[in-house]
Nanobody, 116 residues
């Protein structure tokens, strides 16, 4: 089973930036489209960015398009999320996982809090 460890979250002001990282165990990582998800209090988990196995194609939710950038390093089994121009509505716990069901076991996530 793949283990996922997210890091890089924190408290930032509106307009600030953060770079999230997600390290995955196992070589299966590089054979999967990966995604970053987020879950705000009282809300369902939602996908915000996806990246194909090679990294050649990325997709973003409309709410983050133009502000977030997803990337991956298959040699390091790591996927990243660069978040710029952060807004209070970006406040959530951020997780990475493969795109779509069946998901791997979820990691602990990393908290992102954007103050106004």
């Amino acid at each position: 089973q793949v283990q996922l460890v997210e890091s890089g979250g924190g408290l930032v002001q509106t307009g600030g930036s953060l770079r999230l990282s997600c390290a995955a165990s196992g070589s299966v990582f590089r054979r999967n489209t990966m995604a970053w998800y987020r879950q705000a209090p009282g809300e369902q988990r939602e996908s915000v960015a996806t990246i194909t196995m090679s990294g050649s194609t990325t997709n973003y939710a409309d709410s983050v398009k133009g502000r977030f950038t997803i990337s991956r390093d298959n040699a390091k089994n790591t996927v990243y999320l660069q978040m710029n121009s952060l807004k209070p509505e970006d406040t959530a716990v951020y997780y990475c996982n493969k795109l779509g069901w069946p998901f791997w076991d979820w990691g602990q996530g990393t908290q992102v809090t954007v103050s106004s």
